[in-house]
């Protein structure tokens, strides 16, 4: 006999369409990229499967171990990673998620391979470390045309093969990036790793890297100090004449989150090494590859927000309390309008920046812009994630707060971006530095925002006023991050104004650039448009 019956859950078998989400077929419609949103739906499709979402889970559930040796001895340095991961990186290479773009000779191609990462994104974080390094390296890898002749195809090929064999004979290449050292994090000048030229124009590399991830990669950009300064070489874990390279992984990090992918501390022992760009020039090359990598912390962001909304949503519109729908519930309302409108700003912001790198390439002026809108958005989108998934996470109260839910593990990958590729000091500053090296880039982005200048007064106030900050350059540096997040909020409500629903610009610009705000979501003030808001977040169909 049975002691309960379950009711009043709600259910959600295998998850929520990834891809239906207004800002993301707004944003191609805009671009002129709709015929590739069929795409987007796959890749969203196939996230919300019962097959994406069962990958996702057992790829977190087993996360890589370490082998350093084999049976009898014999240093193999390898990471043992669960099936269900290297199934993940076969779908994202074959969604173009990779180095695809650089080799796309349709319209849109970063602006497509965005809309698709944020669709793709849900099913698992971990793995798109890989995939989002083997995007960015290529611009920095053409810093040496011979690499970049040989390797750039294999780079942007929609396979993936895992297995460590020498580079010429694989159809496709993973890349990581191998920067940060233990006595400096993300001071890379300080870094103490050397590299010593020889008569063959190979360098022989000895040091130790306390943060690499993703070492099954086929080859590194990792940096080491020459007697020019700090320079950048391409660094392959296996050689030409098949033998392993003097690359020890040491161990693997016991992190937060970020589970499925493993990050490493490893040593080159006289490791053989490649130059890629000039001696000296080691910052400059790897920037390119890591202005790439903060595009995608941008993104990622505005995925675990959108997801972290969406789930809140449905959650609130199957479930009654006290008496009525929980999404009707007045307060409810008003927190998911809140988390919906910051998720919005978000995932705008992050696929404007996708639109502006397509741009750039022809557009001297474009580049300006999306040097300091990148800088300025990864900042402030990024340090937005941990609070905007805790509140998702309460929404589903107690049920949100286990395992089953999947909320934890997004909670747990929400500090991620804004650790990673500079965290929030460093992101504020770089806006500062690129401000001091390129003046024109604020001339850019001031340029941009009063596009929408006129149509709120709020945005006018915020403007000016921000127009201000910038008078008083003896305090700048310990003013950065409100300055810099002042640019970010500006710079997302010009963009929603011109670009977002009338409902959700009203409601960014009066609370986030006006004084008509809490310090915690769910503070919005009477007379928004909380049901129009609302609806846009929730998802409408279940996928099975």
């Known amino acids: 006999?049975?002691?309960?019956?379950?009711?009043?859950?709600?259910?959600?078998?295998?998850?929520?369409?990834?891809?239906?989400?207004?800002?993301?077929?707004?944003?191609?419609?805009?671009?002129?990229?709709?015929?590739r949103l069929p795409e987007v739906?796959?890749?969203?499709?196939?996230?919300?499967?019962?097959?994406?979402?069962?990958?996702?889970d057992l790829a977190e559930a087993h996360p890589p171990t370490l082998r350093t040796h084999d049976r009898y001895g014999h240093r193999?340095?390898?990471?043992?990673?669960?099936?269900?991961?290297?199934?993940?990186?076969?779908?994202?290479?074959?969604?173009?998620?990779?180095?695809?773009?650089?080799?796309?000779?349709?319209?849109?191609?970063?602006?497509?391979?965005?809309?698709?990462?944020?669709?793709?994104g849900p099913a698992d974080a971990g793995h798109l470390c890989p995939i989002s390094m083997t995007y960015a390296v290529v611009p920095?890898?053409?810093?040496?045309?011979?690499?970049?002749r040989r390797y750039e195809a294999q780079l942007t090929v929609r396979a993936y093969d895992p297995e460590l064999a020498p580079l010429d004979t694989k159809r496709s290449l993973i890349a990581g990036m191998s920067m940060t050292e233990k006595q400096g994090g993300s001071d890379v000048r300080a870094n103490t790793t050397t590299a010593v030229p020889q008569a063959d124009g190979s360098?022989?590399?000895?040091?130790?890297?306390?943060?690499?991830?993703?070492?099954?990669?086929?080859?590194?950009?990792?940096?080491?100090?020459?007697?020019?300064?700090?320079t950048c070489f391409f660094v392959p874990r296996v050689l030409p004449d098949g033998s392993r390279n003097a690359i020890l992984l040491q161990r693997l990090?016991?992190?937060?989150?970020?589970?499925?992918?493993?990050?490493?501390?490893?040593?080159?022992?006289?490791a053989i090494g490649w130059l890629v760009g000039e001696e000296g020039r080691g910052v400059p090359t790897i920037v390119e590859m890591v202005n790439m990598t903060r595009l995608d912390c941008t993104l990622g962001t505005a995925t675990l927000m959108r997801v972290g909304v969406q789930q809140a949503a449905f959650h609130a519109a199957h479930r009654k309390a006290f008496g009525a729908d929980l999404i009707d519930q007045p307060l409810m309302r008003n927190v998911l309008a809140d988390l919906a409108v910051e998720a919005e700003a978000a995932t705008t912001a992050a696929l404007w920046l996708a639109d502006l790198t397509d741009r750039a390439a022809d557009d001297a002026q474009t580049a300006l812009l999306r040097r300091i809108g990148l800088s300025v958005s990864k900042y402030y989108i990024c340090k937005r994630g941990p609070v905007h998934a805790a509140e998702a996470l309460e929404c589903l109260g107690g049920n949100g707060y286990v395992e089953e839910s999947r909320m934890p593990r997004l909670y747990r990958e929400a500090p991620l971006p804004s650790v990673w590729e500079g965290s929030g000091n460093v992101a504020a500053l770089d806006t500062l530095r690129a401000i001091?090296?390129?003046?024109?880039?604020?001339?850019?982005?001031?340029?941009?925002?009063?596009?929408?200048?006129?149509?709120?007064?709020?945005?006018?106030?915020?403007l000016a006023s921000l127009e201000q900050q910038f008078s008083d350059f003896d305090s700048m540096q310990y003013r950065a991050r409100n300055?810099?997040?002042?640019?970010?909020?500006?710079?997302?409500?010009?963009?929603?104004?011109?670009?977002?629903?009338?409902?959700?610009?009203?409601?960014?610009t009066r609370t986030r650039l006006g004084a008509d705000w809490g310090d915690v979501f769910g503070t919005l003030p009477t007379g928004v448009d909380v049901g129009s808001i609302i609806e846009r977040a929730t998802p409408k169909a279940s996928m099975q």
């Open 253 to 270: 990090k016991d992190k937060l989150g970020n589970r499925s992918n493993a990050s490493s501390e490893i040593e080159y022992d006289n």
């Open 76 to 120: 193999v340095d390898e990471v043992v990673y669960d099936p269900a991961y290297h199934q993940l990186m076969r779908h994202a290479t074959d969604l173009g998620l990779h180095g695809t773009p650089w080799a796309d000779d349709q319209a849109n191609p970063h602006l497509v391979r965005a809309a698709k990462l944020l669709a793709w």
């Open 140 to 148: 920095a890898l053409r810093h040496n045309p011979e690499l970049s």
């Open 41 to 56: 739906l796959a890749a969203g499709e196939l996230a919300s499967s019962r097959h994406g979402v069962e990958l996702g």
């Open 203 to 230: 360098y022989r590399i000895v040091g130790h890297k306390w943060f690499t991830s993703a070492p099954m990669s086929d080859f590194f950009l990792t940096l080491a100090q020459t007697p020019a300064g700090v």
């Open 483 to 508: 300055v810099v997040g002042t640019m970010a909020k500006v710079l997302h409500g010009s963009l929603l104004l011109r670009f977002g629903h009338p409902a959700v610009a009203e409601t960014y």
């Open 436 to 462: 001091a090296k390129q003046p024109e880039t604020l001339n850019a982005y001031f340029d941009e925002v009063r596009k929408a200048a006129g149509v709120d007064k709020n945005l006018d106030r915020a």
């Open 1 to 35: 006999m049975a002691t309960h019956e379950v009711t009043n859950q709600a259910v959600q078998p295998f998850g929520l369409d990834t891809a239906d989400y207004a800002p993301i077929t707004d944003a191609l419609r805009r671009a002129g990229a709709a015929q």
